[in-house]
């Protein structure tokens, strides 16, 4: 059964201070690590795709990387604004659509 | 664009009741998926749809109902609610070849008492 772990459940950073969430994943014929953005009360918000041990991608201040096992969402010179609950996804296939099994996420609290 | 929209954005049920949550998105997307949310255990894909006329069941289909009759809406029905069914729903949509990049919608917060 396809898992998705994510750590720490929650994260308080002062701002400025670099940090990094963890995406821990066991599955079968792996399609893709996806993370996403949820702020409280929204929908989650689609940030990276990775599809390769090795690729990397950078948005602003956080920059998501992968391995065979894990993902990081690294975060530098946090800001208030990117407190939210970060969430990570990985896809397979199933009949004719595409699925995402997610993590339980990261809660990241930005201090001023 | 509206992006994806959800209809009602909160909603307290009695146990045995019914309703239907509608997902509406102007985007022209193929997909459609409804997820339900709850504390600890993430995003869990209750039904979804690959086009007009077609749904299929997800992780947790048992006791939804759902429907694709317009391309741009998918409703979500409980036929008879129950307390476990309190959650959070979010309905999702992409288009064909953006496989994993789900656009999602503010969610409806129901309550089953």
């Known amino acids: 059964e396809d898992q998705v772990t994510q750590s720490p459940e929650a994260l308080r950073l002062q701002e400025g201070e670099s940090s990094s969430l963890n995406c821990s994943y066991t599955v079968s014929g792996l399609r893709g690590l996806f993370w996403y953005r949820q702020d409280p009360g929204k929908g989650p918000e689609f940030l990276f795709t990775l599809y390769s041990a090795g690729e990397e991608k950078e948005k602003e201040r956080l920059k998501a990387t992968l391995t065979k096992k894990e993902s990081f969402l690294h975060i530098t010179a946090p800001k208030p604004e990117d407190s939210a609950t970060y969430l990570c996804?990985?896809?397979?296939?199933?009949?004719?659509?595409?699925?995402?099994?997610f993590g339980s996420g990261t809660q990241l609290t930005v201090l001023p | 664009n509206a992006g994806v929209t959800q209809t009602p954005k909160f909603r307290v049920l009695k146990t045995g009741q019914s309703m239907t949550l509608l997902c509406a998105q102007d985007?022209?997307?193929?997909?459609m998926y409804w997820y339900r949310q709850d504390p600890g255990m993430g995003l869990r894909l209750i039904h979804y749809s690959v086009g007009e006329g077609t749904t299929a069941k997800g992780e947790v289909p048992d006791g939804y109902n759902v429907s694709r009759l317009k391309k741009q809406n998918f409703l979500l029905g409980l036929e008879s609610a129950a307390p476990s069914q309190t959650s959070v729903y979010f309905c999702?949509?992409?288009?064909?070849?953006?496989?994993?990049?789900?656009?999602f919608g503010p969610g409806t917060r129901l309550t089953v008492t």
């Open positions: 999702a949509s992409h288009k064909t070849g953006a496989a994993y990049e789900q656009y």
């Open positions: 996804a990985v896809g397979f296939s199933s009949g004719s659509a595409r699925q995402l099994t």
């Open positions: 985007m022209n997307h193929e997909y």
